[in-house]
Nanobody, 125 residues
């Protein structure tokens, strides 16, 4: 499975962005999906995850109530709606796919098999 993330950009604090992750070479509905981010000089951190059918989601505390992960399996695409962005959200955001059973998800990057190349999000104060 190849993943292509897009939608990043340079925005002001309080603005919104929607990231997309398009999959090819496989059926996205077979995978739980996750978004992770890595800021300069910091380790990669979990952001959000969604189960194969999109029935369950889970978020890092730092983005809860501001970000929303969703998916459209018919379009083989996963989204991350980011609202009320803060400077501390600045990072490279990557999507990842985890081969797992229905209803499961993971916050651990090591559980994900396929990764996209990342898209830069920069939030200015």
């Amino acid at each position: 499975v190849q993943l292509q993330a897009s939608g990043g950009g340079f925005v002001q604090a309080g603005d919104s962005l929607r990231l997309s992750c398009a999959a090819s070479g496989g059926t996205l509905s077979n995978y739980a999906m996750g978004w992770f981010r890595q800021a300069p000089g910091k380790e990669r951190e979990f952001v959000a995850t969604i189960t194969r059918a999109g029935t369950r989601t889970y978020y890092a505390d730092s983005v809860k109530r501001r970000f929303a992960i969703s998916r459209d399996n018919a379009k083989n695409t996963v989204y991350l709606q980011m609202n009320n962005l803060k400077p501390e959200d600045t990072a490279v955001y990557s999507c990842a796919a985890q081969w797992t059973v229905t209803g499961a998800y993971s916050t651990r990057g090591d559980d994900y098999t396929y990764w996209g190349q990342g898209t830069q999000v920069t939030v200015s104060s």
